[in-house]
């Protein structure tokens, strides 16, 4: 199983007023554990950042100048994402810029679906944690999930932040960290650090049966409360 985590950063928030994209992250996990392999790249929008925009993210008119159009990186990008599920929170807000950026380009209009697929962490934690905060702040404030890292929102970063709340959400996460050159640097493949297994058998230890039905009233009471259960 391939999945993108993917984050972008843009101009402002209406794609409607002519804002553009001028960064996207993506981290790449195969079977649930990061690859190592990654997707970033400044973007130059050719036109002024939102002062609103620029606080957040910290990128200028004057380096994002610099930067190349997304004309340039398009391919690249469509050959990293295809195939796979991309994982986005609140995704209509960033399929919507690179739907527009892609029918930006000359050809036949194409749009993120006709390379993947996307599951919406938003609307995850929305069904999860019905009536509570679920940005992606709160979420690793609920998840314990350190961002004490985003004082400025960056693509990569934010990715690196969603695939380890989304790992969590869903069960379990593999261990990820980006190295400062990944960060900032616009290679595709990247670093990821490893974890040393051990090299003795593990001991497996079975439940005993008062165990199997005790763990099953648990599930079944959580059901009741929340109407549904992804453990099951």
């Excluded at 709340?165 to 670093?191: D, F, I, K």
Aim: aromatic share 4%; hydrophobic share 40%.
């Amino acid at each position: 199983m391939r999945q993108i985590v993917l984050d972008t950063e843009t101009t402002g928030l209406e794609v409607e007023q002519n804002h553009r994209v001028i960064e996207i992250g993506c981290i790449e996990l195969i079977n649930r554990r990061p690859t190592g392999r990654t997707f970033q790249r400044y973007l130059r929008p050719d036109r002024d950042v939102e002062e609103a925009a620029l606080r957040v993210r910290g990128l200028s008119r004057e380096l994002l100048d610099k930067q190349a159009r997304f004309s340039e990186v398009a391919e690249e990008l469509i050959g990293f994402i295809t195939g796979a599920e991309l994982i986005i929170h609140n995704a209509p807000f960033d399929i919507g810029f690179l739907d527009m950026e892609l029918n930006r380009l000359p050809g036949n209009t194409r749009a993120m679906s006709n390379f993947c697929t996307v599951l919406d962490t938003l609307v995850l934690a929305r069904q999860m944690h019905p009536g509570q905060r679920n940005s992606l702040d709160a979420l690793c404030k609920r998840y314990s999930i350190d961002n004490s890292e985003r004082e400025l929102h960056g693509a990569l970063l934010d990715a690196k932040i969603l695939s380890e709340v989304y790992l969590a959400m869903t069960g379990g996460q593999g261990a990820l960290t980006l190295g400062a050159a990944e960060r900032t640097g616009t290679s595709a493949a990247g670093g990821a650090a490893r974890i040393n297994r051990p090299t003795t058998p593990l001991m497996v230890i079975r439940p005993t049966a008062e165990e199997i039905e005790e763990h099953e009233r648990i599930l079944a009471t959580l059901e009741k409360v929340s109407g549904r259960n992804l453990w099951k």
